[in-house]
């Protein structure tokens, strides 16, 4: 009786080892994949099983079962994360346990660029490959809603950066995020501001730096720019910026700014009304919003392109004709 008790542990420490080296070959032998990488989403509340499966039909070579059955004995099936995962040439099945446990998620970047418009941040959201394009056919104002943003008119609200995201991720979240980034970068700007600016509010301080934005070739001319902008407010003189007037124009300018143009009314036009537009006119970066809110002191109240980038700035209107016969060949001044 002894023996055979004794010759049934032995058999069962022998299944046991089997099973054991059976289940460590599975977990560290390299699986089978149906492309070079493979990507998949788990989503939030699936469990280890429901996970598992999603992974076999993504063309992972595992076995749902033995996958699941190999998370629950490492104490990590209970712990897996939600997201985009992407998986490469010789991942074992331990490896892609170990993934989703800590969450190691595959991410894409977006880049939204200092000075596109909203049309053009619209357009790279949806067309990226790696995001949900949850905002095709929404209106502005259903975006701005659904991101929780109170302002009427999205142009400019949206902090021009390299976003990371999950992958699969959708539109919307990442400009909810670049409208978070940007009013916390606008507030920390007018909190520093220079108290003698004609701005009533930070709103206008992001007009005035997005038309910073689109009138300066070169960093280090955004200050004096945004002094002439500024000058001119305080003394009643319009802006008579070009950029403002492109704006307004939208998809029927044709690249070529005519007098016509200039001589139309529309809210955006700076040549026919007085003070700053009603919106902003692109997207400034964190340069032209320190520009427009701390300009440092200048008498300019003019300036023209030199056909390099940089300006030529003038303080009454002769020194600024005088620049605009020596500079203006190739494009306009303000």
């Known amino acids: 009786m002894k023996r055979l008790v004794l010759s049934l542990v032995v058999l069962l420490v022998v299944v046991a080892a089997c099973v054991a080296g059976a289940g460590w070959w599975y977990a560290?032998?390299?699986?089978a994949l149906q492309a070079p990488v493979v990507d998949f989403t788990v989503q939030r509340g699936l469990s280890m099983r429901q996970a598992a499966a999603v992974i076999e039909r993504a063309g992972v070579g595992v076995d749902a079962r033995l996958l699941t059955w190999l998370a629950r004995l490492s104490g990590r099936a209970n712990t897996i994360k939600a997201g985009s995962y992407e998986v490469h040439g010789?991942?074992?099945?331990w490896q892609l346990i170990l993934k989703l446990s800590d969450g190691d998620v595959s991410q894409a970047e977006l880049v939204l660029v200092e000075?596109?418009?909203f049309r053009q941040v619209r357009q790279a959201l949806e067309a990226h490959p790696h995001l949900e394009p949850d905002t095709a056919?929404?209106?502005?104002?259903?975006?701005?809603?659904r991101i929780g943003a109170t302002e009427p008119h999205p142009e400019g609200l949206f902090f021009p950066d390299?976003?990371?995201?999950d992958k699969r991720s959708g539109a919307l979240a990442l400009l909810k995020r670049a409208y978070g980034a940007m009013q916390v970068r606008l507030q920390q700007a007018w909190a520093e501001r220079d108290p003698t600016l004609p701005l009533a509010s930070p709103y206008?301080?992001?007009?005035?730096?997005?038309?910073?934005?689109?009138?300066?070739?070169?960093?280090?001319?955004r200050g004096l720019v945004a002094s002439v902008f500024a000058n001119r407010l305080r003394v009643g003189m319009r802006l008579q910026t070009d950029p403002s007037v492109i704006y307004g124009l939208?998809?029927?300018f044709d690249g070529r700014l005519r007098r016509l143009h200039l001589d139309t009314d529309h809210?955006?036009?700076?040549?026919?009304?007085?003070?700053?537009?009603p919106t902003p006119i692109a997207m400034p970066g964190p340069d032209a919003l320190r520009a427009a809110v701390r300009p440092p002191p200048s008498e300019f109240l003019y300036f023209v392109a030199r056909g390099d980038g940089s300006s030529e700035f003038s303080r009454n209107l002769d020194e600024h004709n005088r620049a605009v016969n020596r500079f203006i060949r190739n494009g306009r001044g303000s």
Request: net charge negative; aromatic share 8%.
């Open 28 to 31: 560290h032998r390299a699986v």
């Open 90 to 93: 010789g991942i074992t099945p």
């Open 115 to 117: 000075g596109w418009n």
């Open 137 to 145: 056919g929404l209106s502005e104002a259903d975006i701005l809603a």
């Open 162 to 165: 390299t976003y990371l995201f």
């Open 204 to 221: 206008e301080a992001l007009i005035l730096a997005s038309i910073v934005e689109k009138e300066t070739g070169r960093p280090e001319d």
């Open 250 to 252: 939208g998809t029927d």
């Open 267 to 277: 809210p955006w036009n700076t040549y026919t009304r007085d003070g700053l537009p």
